[in-house]
């Protein structure tokens, strides 16, 4: 109901219900205002003006929203002004100015709060809620505001209250506040109250970000400056910069006088500007310092003079080298065409073959040749783009990649490069080394190489670039593609002897000091460290073999005061030098063994024997496989079983042999892992011989891949399988048919050494790997396929599996009594 009530304008202030606000009051119309309601009933409406400056406003300057209050206490003061405490009530709306004169009289109609209880009400209740929470962040971030009020707000249950309350405290711009005191409904007063809040908070967390920040800042400039002043004094205490003065005047003249590319000296010039204004014990002036040093010593324009002579580098290849024809023809070809053409091009050569055949020599063979500097990098293991190119200089530690590094260690732009162990980069999420790689191989690019580290064009193109490589299959493809491939397979026991005899003990005996003094090994010493010293399609070990021979003699020619001018070694004399043999060269077992097959399989490393050995026992027909096995040998493995299965009454097997037997099949040989499909043969064999207890004849080795029809399919590696056969002494080797067109990249002493039989089928190869079965063995079924390649029907299995069983524990009671019972 309206009222008649007196008007305080107020000025930079509202007043809401429920607040209780002390004002100061010095203008006069004001004061008659405050005596008239004090005459009353102590009631005063508070209205905000418009503008606060207006000392003298008009009706249309004052918002006709206001709050009632209640005057709780009022105070002359001395100078005429007054002081009141003021309670606000209800807010109200002025209908009407009915007074202008001594005071503001007007008519205001008071605007209740309506009754809500938010329990009716679930959506006004989670407002409030919200309200509420927000309000307390708002408490947390604002250190204006106490805290006890964010507890005392959680404890009001009427919004209008609530919502006033809020208002009253947060620190909203005047407009907002008088916005929120004339919202009537108190949903919306309650949202509007609730986005203001959230905008209000975002700034508040800004602000705070914005303060800690600069304080860090502070805090670090401060320390900063206050170390750098005790470093200084430091420094003139040491009289160090001196020193540095002396460092940057040296460093200035190296920059001059380096012959360099104009990118690069303008570059180190700057860098040395930079030096001068460091702290030189500071952590940037080590990394510019280091900078500078790198790029100086690298050697830039200095060349060595090429000399293209292909007779003379003919002879340098013959003179280093035993064997090797093809390769060391492929060599001299190349460095033909490159003096033909004067300027490095084409494909990289890439020398491709086991360790220890001379890759390495080579590559150093033709760096002497053409009278370059030689420079070995190796990039095994290199799986990062940056250890290629290098690393930024702002990463800590940072240094030139390895190209650049093997650059400087030559100290010629020119030299010969070899990038050892090619096929043994890896490639992950650090990035793809190859394609960097690429881009140093490729006469179009590299002449503008750049380094990360350096940050500078630095010309490749007159390295004469070559690879090696254990094996071609890991080579990054892209790579492949620009190379031209040089295979060196391994050598046989004859090039071995040779290659000792004319280079590795001359080589040996200069090495161990032993020049002047006659040194004569037989071949029979030779042949022994060969076959039982060492075991590799190189010689490597070989050389280092012979090297420790004559490391032992050097020390007794000294003891012996230099005395003794001759020495004569044979085997014997190895063995008591070098200590028991290392390894049984006949590794071929002594006699015909049942179950225990020669494989022969293809390692990065050259040929070797792999020998298959099957168990069988009584069971269930679990398989089991071990010796550190691929995938695809155990799957070949797999393919073996159900092939035996299949074919099991022409072996005369009982059909049902498989549920009575576990099979336990074991590659003893060596801790290689060991892989891939062409041990078909080898497994199905060893297979056959345990269950039908056939012995398998000891000097035949054998390779080819299987299907499950017993077709026996072509291999890869020939040559290399068939060299290791011939160093294991065998007499035959079965290959697959298709495989007989590579016999000819066998040397021909081996192949004619050797009987070669070429299987089509699995009928075959076990027909000529089983040996003659005992007299007594009762399985005529087996015997006739032997001897005619015919299959019969069944036999008597009772009888055989009675006899198998009697020989089994018989040569189980023969173990026995050989080592004792366990
Ligand atoms: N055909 C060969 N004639 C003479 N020495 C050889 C021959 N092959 C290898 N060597 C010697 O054997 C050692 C090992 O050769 P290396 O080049 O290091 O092998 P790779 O790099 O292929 O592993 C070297 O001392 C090398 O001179
Ligand atoms: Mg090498």
Not at 119 to 132: C, F, G, H, K, T
């Amino acid at each position: 109901m309206a009222r008649k009530i007196p008007l305080l304008p107020l000025r930079e202030l509202i007043v809401f219900p429920h607040e209780v606000v002390p004002l100061f009051v010095g203008r006069e119309k004001s004061i008659n205002a405050l005596e008239e309601a004090m005459a009353d009933d102590r009631h005063i409406l508070l209205c905000a003006q418009k503008k606060a400056k207006v000392n003298d406003p008009k009706p249309e300057g004052i918002h006709p929203y206001g709050t009632i209050g209640t005057i709780i206490q009022l105070l002359r003061l001395p100078d005429g002004t007054v002081k009141v405490l003021v309670e606000g009530k209800t807010r109200a709306r002025i209908e009407e100015y009915l007074d202008t004169q001594r005071f503001f009289q007007v008519e205001a109609e008071p605007i209740e709060a309506p009754k809500i209880n938010p329990e009716d009400d679930p959506e006004l209740a989670a407002l409030m809620r919200s309200v509420q929470a927000t309000f307390e962040n708002y408490v947390k971030l604002n250190k204006r505001v106490p805290p006890e009020l964010a507890v005392s707000v959680q404890s009001i249950d009427n919004p209008s209250r609530l919502a006033d309350t809020i208002a009253a405290h947060v620190n909203f711009k005047l407009t907002a506040k008088q916005e929120l005191l004339e919202t009537e409904s108190v949903r919306s007063r309650l949202e509007k109250l609730y986005e203001l809040m959230q905008n209000e908070i975002e700034i508040l967390q800004v602000e705070k970000k914005i303060r800690t920040r600069v304080k860090k800042q502070m805090e670090k400039n401060q320390k900063e400056y206050y170390l750098n002043e005790q470093m200084q004094a430091i420094q003139k205490e040491l009289g160090s910069q001196d020193e540095f003065k002396n460092e940057l005047q040296e460093l200035e003249d190296r920059i001059r006088r380096r012959k360099m590319s104009k990118e690069a000296s303008e570059r180190l010039k700057k860098e040395l500007k930079k030096l001068k204004m460091m702290s030189p014990m500071s952590a940037e002036a080590t990394v510019v310092r280091n900078y500078i040093d790198t790029v100086l010593a690298l050697p830039w324009s200095d060349r060595t003079e090429d000399k293209l002579d292909v007779e003379e580098a003919e002879s340098i290849l013959e003179q280093d080298h035993y064997g090797l024809e093809k390769p060391k023809q492929r060599i001299i070809e190349y460095l033909a065409v490159q003096k033909l053409v004067k300027k490095i091009r084409g494909p990289i050569l890439c020398l491709v073959g086991p360790p220890g055949v001379g890759k390495t020599s080579l590559a150093k063979s033709v760096a002497r040749a053409t009278g370059r500097k030689f420079v070995r990098v190796s990039l095994g293991g290199v799986r990062d783009e940056a250890e290629i190119r290098g690393h930024r200089r702002t990463y800590i530690g940072a240094m030139p990649g390895k190209i650049l590094q093997g650059i400087r260690k030559a100290g010629s732009s020119n030299p010969v490069f070899l990038l050892d162990e090619i096929d043994k980069m890896s490639m992950d999420f650090r990035g793809d080394p190859s394609a960097a790689m690429l881009e140093v191989l490729d006469p179009e690019q590299n002449q503008a190489f750049v380094d990360h580290f350096l940050d500078l064009d630095y010309d490749l193109s007159e390295v004469l670039f070559l690879c090696t490589a254990n094996s071609l299959h890991t080579i990054p493809l892209p790579l492949r593609d620009r190379m031209e491939i040089i295979e060196l397979s391994g050598y046989t026991d004859e090039d071995k002897l040779k290659i000792a005899r004319q280079y590795l003990v001359p080589k040996q005996t200069e090495l161990n000091g032993l020049e002047g003094v006659d040194i004569l090994m037989s071949d029979g010493a030779l042949k022994e460290l060969i076959h039982h010293y060492t075991k590799e399609a190189g010689v490597r070990s070989l050389e280092r073999e012979v090297s420790a021979v004559l490391r032992k003699l050097a020390r007794e020619h000294v003891k012996e005061n230099r005395k003794k001018r001759s020495f004569k070694i044979d085997s014997k004399m190895v063995q008591k030098l070098l200590g028991p043999r290392k390894y049984r060269f006949n590794r071929v077992e002594d006699s015909d063994m049942v179950g225990m097959v020669n494989g022969l399989a293809y390692t990065p490393l050259g040929g070797d024997l792999l020998p298959v050995e099957t168990t069988i026992t009584s069971g269930k027909g679990k398989v089991t496989l071990t010796g550190q096995l691929g995938d695809v040998i155990k799957e070949s493995a797999t393919a073996a079983v159900t092939y035996v299965r299949a074919r099991s009454l022409t072996f005369g097997l009982e059909p049902d042999f498989y549920e009575q037997v576990d099979f336990h099949v074991h590659f003893p040989e060596g801790a290689v892992p060991k892989d891939g499909p062409s041990a078909g043969v080898t497994i199905v064999t060893s297979l056959v011989s345990a269950l039908l207890n056939a012995p398998v004849r000891r000097d035949v080795a054998m390779t080819g891949e299987i299907n499950l029809r017993g077709r026996v399919l072509p291999i890869g590696g020939l040559k290399e399988k068939v060299l290791a056969a011939y160093r294991a002494e065998i007499k035959t080797v079965i290959c697959p048919v298709e495989n007989e067109k590579d016999l000819h990249e066998v040397p021909k002493n081996v192949v004619r050494a050797l009987e070669f039989k070429f299987a089509s089928n699995i009928d075959e190869v076990l027909r000529w790997a089983l040996a003659d079965l005992p007299a007594d063995h009762p399985n005529q079924a087996l015997r006739t396929f032997l001897s005619t390649g015919s299959t019969v029907g069944p036999d008597d299995w009772s009888s055989i599996r009675e006899w198998i069983r009697e020989r089994e524990r018989k040569e189980r009671s023969a173990r026995e009594a050989d080592h004792g019972p366990h």
